[in-house]
Structures are given as structure tokens and as C-alpha cells.
């Protein structure tokens, strides 16, 4: 008696399902391994797209970034001015795109980044250098630092009663 397959493939090649000869092939559909690493690498570099355009991009990071350092050092000196019952002070210079805090603390502002600096003439140390003071009590002379990327910008408000800094998103001036 002879094998149906057998007979189908003309009695050449097994059908024992090892591989061996034309009938015992399966035809296997699927993906290769390049199709599904070309599909991840087009959705990566979309998620990369979308995720610049929502959030303003490499500019909008450090925007945000150094504002959120320059908030910190503000509210670090003012808490430095409390603790030592002395005035402190904390100084930016928008054209060097540094900063300066008590204890020997500093820092340099991303040079892709406008500077605009507000405040008291009396208090500060040159010509284009600004600086806000922080007293024991918690009051400082007030100021404002805006950080500007394109037309984005962050404001960062020092309050002159109560020495309390506020970030907050703004427009940039021209």
C-alpha cells in the first residue's frame, strides 16, 4: 500500500514531517528579524518627534532645567540667610551666563539661553552683574531672573517683603 503524500509528490521524498525533500517543507509566514527592527526604529524616532514638539525640545529642557537651578539656589540662599541670622547674597552675570551663591556655591547658565535680569540698583556688586539680598528675617530686595529659549521664557520671582520665589512660565521679552 502506498502513502497518499507519496503518491501526491510522485512517489519521490518523505513526509515524515523531518524537513526532508519537497513535500515535508512548511512554508512558514512571518516577520523577519530586520522587518520588526526597521518597525521599532520608525516608531522610536516617532515617539522622538512627538515628544520634541510637545515639549519644546533640547532648548526647552535646558530652559526649564536651569531655571528650576536658579529657583533652588535662590530659595538655598535665602534659607542660608535665615539659618546664619546674616544677609546673604546670590549674583548672576547674564553676559559671563554664571552664578554665584554663599558657601563658594556656583554655576554656568546654558549659553543658547537669553538672560534678563530685574532688580535693585543698590545692591549690585558691578556695572551688568545683578544680585538679590536675602536678610536674617526672611525679606530680601526683591528681583526677577527671566530665562528665555526663542519665544518661550521662565520667570523666576523673588518677592521683596517676604524673600518667597516663584517660578512661572512667561513670554519672551524681545
Request: aromatic share 6%.
Amino acid at each position: 500500500m502506498v502513502d497518499k503524500s507519496a503518491r501526491l509528490a510522485g512517489g519521490a521524498g518523505r513526509c515524515d514531517g523531518s524537513g526532508y525533500g519537497a513535500v515535508g517543507r512548511s512554508t512558514r509566514r512571518g516577520f523577519s528579524l530586520l522587518e520588526m527592527m526597521l518597525v521599532i526604529a520608525i516608531i522610536a524616532i516617532a515617539s522622538l518627534l512627538a515628544a520634541s514638539a510637545l515639549t519644546g525640545g533640547l532648548d526647552g529642557m535646558r530652559l526649564r532645567s536651569a531655571s528650576k537651578q536658579i529657583a533652588a539656589q535662590l530659595r538655598y540662599t535665602r534659607a542660608q540667610a535665615i539659618a546664619t541670622g546674616e544677609p546673604q547674597s546670590f549674583t548672576i552675570d547674564p553676559h559671563a551666563h554664571t552664578w554665584e551663591a554663599p558657601k563658594q556655591r556656583h554655576g554656568e547658565i546654558p549659553k543658547q539661553l537669553g538672560i534678563v535680569f530685574t532688580g535693585a540698583r543698590e545692591v549690585q556688586p558691578t556695572r551688568g552683574v545683578g544680585a538679590v539680598m536675602f536678610f536674617p528675617d526672611g525679606a530680601s530686595t526683591g528681583g526677577r531672573v527671566q530665562l528665555q529659549a526663542k519665544r518661550a521664557a521662565w520667570n523666576i520671582d523673588v518677592a521683596w517683603l517676604t524673600g518667597q520665589v516663584k517660578l512661572t512660565r512667561a513670554q519672551a521679552q524681545r
